[in-house]
């Protein structure tokens, strides 16, 4: 069963991944690529790359027939499926077999069974691994549903029954609220897996998300590689993930593998698997699923184990014994891993897209205890097409504060421009007390909502530092070597002459206030500051990637990035980012304020809050809505979000067109103004 050539059936840093672990074991890989992805760092990094359709994944990556002729075509003896897209997909591993080719990952009963949440929740009943039921029947009809949701008792998790990574997945906590959550997770369950059907479970509130890792081989061989916690999620979705679970003893971690090697023998389990389960505050728990393929976590798994799990997952697929038997596997300190996601937790975390205008990731060193995995590089796109998605950063120590604050100090030493990140939400997480306590539940976002959402304030070192990194920024470089940093003191038309003062006026805004200050360049090196005031002095020394300024008496390191009218400062001092607005000359304001600089500068019309597909137009011109009402639903980064009327009035003209792809900050309808609704 020894294979020398792998297809990777994705994208992004998963195909990244496992094209590293093939390279290192010899093996061939090849890529297979959308429109969107053809000069994606997956394709740059594989032997062979095959083109597979358009953007969209249902004609690109979900397409298993263009995939299975792309192995084919290349002499691909194995595929690794990856996670999500195809992954989890009994079609697809029973076409992989059926035309002789090694589908790395569980047989397709395994998968099969796990991956139908009523059936799969029988067999876990029946292996003697804890459950809890709920409504699993084939009878989808609404009247059917509302009633079990009332025998069963609020609030009520709805499951697509073929769900995975939050798709398809709401919670209802009064039956008023049922029919609207069972819709959405209907329509979502439709579009991500071609099947609407769900099931209904009893809600546990305040609960941790305890999953553990677990492998098998060919020769009835299993073991548990201990377990991960993912409970601090948005959206049902993952964002930071820690191994081991905090807070447990070695009795209860022991119970947990022991019950997850006991549902993946009961379904006859091959290769690396993920047994999920839900736990109280009293350590109890639950088989929540089973995903059959290797996690986006997997990373911190390998982290505290010393494994390679792709590397498990290939020798495994090849007919091999494991590589170690359970007592083997030791647990070796914590490790963390953060998600890095184009999207805006202050926006109810609104995915984005668009460019990756300015990319640098802090530095891993040789010793392997932080890790950066990625798959894209700066001028890359976040497409509004997969999930959003940039990178995920891992951290490993020797215990978990150790660890907590490598992963906060890593944070700190990721810049990226072009685009909104989570990366401030996610240091803000590291800062928190509960969450450095270990004390997390899924709720964890929604119950300490305001310490993880406060603004840095802006302090006076910081608003002069901005200033002067900014101004720096926008010169043109005096020295002859072409690789030096852009500074303050000279322009395209004119150098420094001394003696000769030069001052100018510089507006920012941060959270709708407004930083102005006067600037007066002394030298070729040194500024004077006003602001507040207050004038400070500050001098400038430009490295190769970063600016040193010494601003009276303080000198620290920073950063600043220019992207449009957006100013994104990067400072070591504070730890964090800030993306301040360039105020236009007043002029450009009042042409705006007037209405003539474009209607999205005055309009109080619904706008696309993100770049995504129009899924559903719910009203007509002419209809009269109420504020909060829904208007439209769009489809962005595999997620649905309705669009609500902002205010009472009248459907004017619609502007969106079902089907088609909008930009962000787009009109999608308008009111009809007032005056001619009185005519």
Not at 58 to 67: A, N, P, V
Not at 98 to 120: C, Q, T, V
């Amino acid at each position: 069963m020894t294979f020398s050539k792998i297809l990777i059936a994705n994208r992004g840093e998963i195909a990244c991944r496992v094209i590293r672990t093939a390279q290192r074991l010899g093996l061939q890989s090849v890529a297979v690529f959308s429109d969107a992805d053809r000069d994606s760092l997956h394709v740059r990094m594989a032997d062979e790359a095959i083109h597979i359709g358009p953007p969209a994944a249902l004609q690109s990556y979900l397409r298993k027939d263009k995939i299975i002729d792309a192995a084919k075509q290349t002499n691909a003896q194995a595929i690794h499926p990856g996670y999500g897209f195809l992954s989890e997909n009994y079609e697809f591993c029973t076409m992989c077999k059926e035309n002789n080719l090694i589908f790395i990952g569980p047989p397709p009963n395994a998968i099969r069974d796990m991956g139908i949440k009523n059936l799969s929740k029988i067999i876990m009943h029946d292996a003697n691994v804890p459950v809890i039921f709920g409504y699993h029947g084939e009878d989808q009809s609404d009247a059917t549903l509302f009633s079990e949701a009332k025998k069963i008792g609020y609030p009520i998790m709805i499951k697509a029954v073929r769900g995975g990574g939050g798709k398809g997945m709401r919670i209802a906590l009064n039956e008023n609220e049922f029919m609207d959550q069972l819709n959405a997770a209907k329509s979502e369950s439709r579009k991500s897996f071609n099947d609407d059907s769900v099931l209904l479970e009893k809600y546990i509130q305040r609960p941790r998300h305890v999953e553990v890792q677990v492998f098998g081989d060919m020769h009835q061989n299993y073991v548990y590689l201990f377990e991960r916690d993912c409970s601090v999620q948005r959206r049902h979705q993952k964002i930071i993930e820690e191994a081991p679970a905090p807070g447990l003893d070695w009795s209860t971690r022991k119970k947990l593998g022991e019950a997850a090697v006991k549902a993946a023998r009961a379904v006859n389990y091959v290769g690396a698997g993920t047994v999920e389960f839900i736990m109280d505050e009293n350590q109890n728990f639950y088989f929540m699923e089973m995903n059959t393929r290797l996690q986006v976590e997997h990373p911190i798994t390998e982290m505290i184990t010393g494994t390679d799990l792709v590397e498990w997952q290939i020798k495994v697929a090849q007919g091999e014994v494991l590589p170690l038997k359970q007592d083997d596997i030791k647990l070796n300190g914590h490790a963390f891993e953060a998600r890095i996601y184009a999207e805006d937790p202050a926006n109810q975390f609104m995915p984005g897209s668009g460019r990756l205008t300015y990319l640098r990731t802090p530095p891993t060193g040789g010793d392997g205890k932080i890790r950066v995995e990625t798959g894209v590089l700066e001028g890359d796109e976040v497409s509004v097409h997969y999930d959003p998605m940039i990178a995920k950063l891992v951290a490993w120590s020797t215990n978990r504060g150790s660890a907590l604050q490598k992963l906060r100090n890593a944070l700190q030493q990721y810049y990226i421009g072009g685009l909104k990140t989570n990366i401030p939400f996610l240091m803000s997480l590291c800062d928190n007390k509960q969450f450095q306590l270990g004390n997390v539940h899924t709720d964890f976002i929604k119950e300490n909502k305001d310490a993880l959402f406060h603004l840095q304030q802006i302090t006076p070192t910081i608003a002069v530092a901005a200033a002067s990194a900014f101004i720096n920024s926008q010169q043109q470089p005096i020295q002859s070597n072409p690789n030096a940093a852009p500074s303050f003191f000279t322009t395209c038309n004119n150098s420094f002459r001394p003696n000769f003062s030069q001052k100018q006026s510089l507006t920012l805004n941060y959270d709708k206030k407004d930083y102005q200050f006067q600037i007066e360049r002394i030298d070729s090196s040194n500024l004077l500051v006003t602001y507040e005031n207050k004038t400070y002095p500050v001098e400038i020394r430009p490295t190769k990637d970063e600016l040193i300024l010494l601003i009276d008496g303080h000198q620290f390191r920073c950063r600043v990035h220019i992207d449009g009218d957006t100013c994104t400062f990067y400072s070591n001092v504070s730890g964090t980012s800030f993306d301040f607005k360039l105020r236009p000359p007043s002029f450009l304001a009042k042409l705006a304020s007037s209405g003539l600089g474009g209607a999205a500068a005055t309009s109080d019309n619904p706008i696309a809050p993100m770049p995504g597909t129009i899924d559903k137009i719910l009203v007509q011109e002419g209809t009269n809505v109420k504020q909060g009402q829904p208007l439209l639903v769009m489809t962005a980064m595999k997620m649905e979000h309705v669009i609500k009327a902002n205010k009472n009035g009248t459907i004017g003209k619609i502007n969106a067109i079902a089907g088609k792809v909008v930009k962000k900050g787009e009109i999608l309808l308008t009111y009809v103004a007032e005056d001619k609704k009185q005519n």
